[in-house]
């Protein structure tokens, strides 16, 4: 859950657990960092924040931020571009959730013009 939507108890016993597990800790706060990094607004900021985390990600001692960071590496114009365009591909596997879920349903159709009337149903 994001350090934002937790209440000050929770955020306290947070706290004092990760000071006590300081790998941890700091993969917290790099959940934290990317949660703050998407909700950035406009793409010249977005570059900037962009950057700056991968110069900090680059001097992290934990082997899992450095594979994080070759992958943010390889994806990053389409990372920035999420924030250029702000189009996302959430209504296509909306619909791939949804023809998958009735093709489970649809097992032992013989016809397969009543699987497409169903799943045209379903999507509209």
Not at 31 to 57: P, Q, T
Not at 81 to 98: H, I, M, P, V, Y
């Amino acid at each position: 859950m994001s350090n934002k939507n937790l209440t000050y108890n929770e955020r306290f016993a947070l706290h004092q657990f990760l000071k006590n597990h300081p790998k941890l800790h700091e993969l917290y706060q790099w959940k934290e960092r990317l949660h703050s990094f998407y909700r950035i607004k406009g793409y010249g900021r977005a570059y900037v924040a962009y950057k700056k985390m991968m110069d900090h990600m680059s001097v992290s001692f934990l082997p899992e931020i450095r594979k994080l960071r070759k992958t943010l590496l390889q994806w990053k114009e389409e990372i920035l571009n999420d924030f250029q365009s702000g189009l996302t591909n959430a209504r296509l596997e909306g619909f791939n959730c949804k023809a998958s879920l009735l093709k489970r349903r649809a097992y032992g159709y013989r016809n397969p013009n009543n699987y497409l009337l169903q799943l045209i149903n379903a999507c509209s």
